[in-house]
């Protein structure tokens, strides 16, 4: 009875007419302790106003009742009781002088908590907000045209002011629990739906819309991803709203399911609300909190019952189905206006038919500079497209290039001008839609299939130039023709691979803790969860350890090894530290050359050092005598080689 009340309205109900008429006994004492009576009451059941008329008249004729008031508007029962309909039977306002004053007046006359009505009202909550952006004030008379559209608006209203909705949320023949469904949709205004599906006992299922919201869009202009984004939201908070009141029904533990039309939104919303900014993380972090993002699936626009609130209905166009029966998916049918036709001049001849209009592919036509950058470009448009939700950073594969190619050649395709087509090419579609030429060459069974029957594009479009344009870069032979078209852009034939040399302690096991470390950084750069970052830190530490203990053990060894002579250590520390410890000599046929340039070498640095002696003692101090034997005009050639007899007479000579 808590959750029951509103105000001093007690709205409750029962299933069963014997549970019904004992909770008329119950809260009727219950209220009367505190010195309250419940009157007024009002019920759908037949059975049951037989009891409870039978109760009242009791009272009545004990003398409870002493007042003409209290026995006003007892138990009441019509066929009208069982529906919801407005109070108001007519909504009047001004019609000759409208204001904006009077426009929300009028629209403020019909009360929907429900939004049963949205998709007729929201068309005149647009025009309202049109109404306040073209800056009228209060009692300003509307212009003609606008006065015509709010004449037509009021009529809207009161044509809604017949309508008629069943209260019931459960019919008598449900079997089991409801499955609660959810539809959000987004444009001009943000919409939200929630329904409650029965199945029933012949199999069919019975269809109660429980409540509906639509909010006009904002004036300020947002992008479609956060439109959506705010319709989802707005399911969300709405679904909360509902759960609350179904607490008193049978449908508390139903299963429920959610429909959109966004699939960025769908993806957005299973996505940590960490990883986006301010405005996506909050209202992404208010709709994990309040559904179970699971629950969410994708639905077209065409059978979204959400999309009705987009583009509005008129009343008259309202259908009106028996619930019983199985719902029908109606899908919305567009008229498309005819194509206008081209007029070309008599002066000029058309060379093709215009082409399809693909924004895509001729901002490629226009910046990619060959074919085979603009076939790349064009696969990673396709893969993004096709694979949204799940990211790939693996090379474009040839399979890619393929289907990116088929479709420019497609597109290619329908600016030919089959009128034009010489007949001796013996044109025809193949497998895939292209046309190709079936000539001489497809019974030569040693070529492939793609020369045997070579496609055929209209000369002069954008991209046949610059498939003739890539092959001119892709034959050598051209070199020159290359050069004198675009030297700078020329393709680069040789390739220079740098080898970046390691030391001699970097072992196998510090590599592969390396790509470990790289590969847990990325992934906590991706999530910013505490428990990736203790993972990457653990991983960064591992590698630290293990350059140090390598930088130590190395070091440790090649001082041992060499530690035995001074100069084998000294030459193992120079060739350590990169420095080439051997002795280089100038190349010379003549040996003779040689030996007469290390002379001179020598000659020339005696005088250096007795020049630096002289100036550091004075010019008077002679410290070392001239010597006679250096003579500039000798060369070392000039002396007499002397054999192995001469040197053994030279020193038995010397000897005596």
Known sequence: MRESFHVDYLVTGEDDTTKAFSLYGKSKDRVARGGFKLRKWMTNDKMLKGLTDAEENHETASGSVTSEEETYAKFTLDSEISKSRPKKSEIVAGLTNLSKRGCLATIAQLWDPMGLIAPCTIELR???????????????????????????????LNQLLTYEFDKKLKPDNAVDLPVIHGFCNGDKANRAIIFLTWKLTNSNYF??????????????????????????????????????????????????????????VLACIKTPPKRFKLFVSVRVAEIQESLDTQAFKYITSDVNPADVLTRGIP?????????????????????????????????????????????????????????????????????????????ETRPISPGELKKSEIQMFKWCKGTINMDTVDQKLTSKPDKQGLLCAYGRLKNIRTLPNEIQNPLILPKGQQMADLLTFTEIWLNEEDAAVRAELCPNDAPVKTKTVMSRPTVPRYREDIHNAKILHRKAEGKWRKTRSDTDLQIFKKR??????????????????????NSSDQGRQFHASKRLLGKNDSLLFPDYEDKSLLVDDIGRSFGHKIVRIRDYIDTIAGKNVEVIPEDPVVDDARALSSFKPLSGNDILDLIRRSSK
């Open 315 to 391: 009343p008259e166009e309202r259908v009106d189905e028996e619930p019983s029966k199985e719902i029908k998916s109606n899908k919305k049918t567009t008229k498309c206006k005819e194509p206008t036709p081209c007029t070309v001049s008599s002066g000029e001849s058309p060379k093709f038919r215009q082409p399809t209009d693909n924004p895509t592919l001729q901002h490629l036509m226009k910046t990619c500079s060959t074919f085979v950058k603009a076939r790349k470009n064009l696969a990673y448009v396709l893969r993004f497209i096709n694979n949204a939700r799940k990211k």
């Open 540 to 561: 960064r530490n591992h590698v630290i350890y293990l350059l140090n203990e390598a930088k130590r053990k190395f070091f440790t060894s090649f001082v041992e090894e």
């Open 207 to 264: 269809c109660v819309p429980l409540m509906v919201k639509a909010f006009v869009a904002p004036l300020k202009k947002k992008s479609i991803t956060r439109m959506e984004l705010m319709e989802c939201l707005a399911l969300s908070r709405l679904y909360s709203t509902s759960k609350e009141a179904l607490k008193c029904s049978e449908s508390t533990g139903a299963k429920t399911m959610f429909w959109m039309d966004s699939q960025t």
């Open 126 to 156: 647009i025009d309202l907000q049109e109404l306040w952006s073209a800056g009228y004030s209060w009692d300003e008379i509307l212009h003609e045209e606008i006065h015509a559209k709010w004449i037509r608006n009021i009529q809207i």
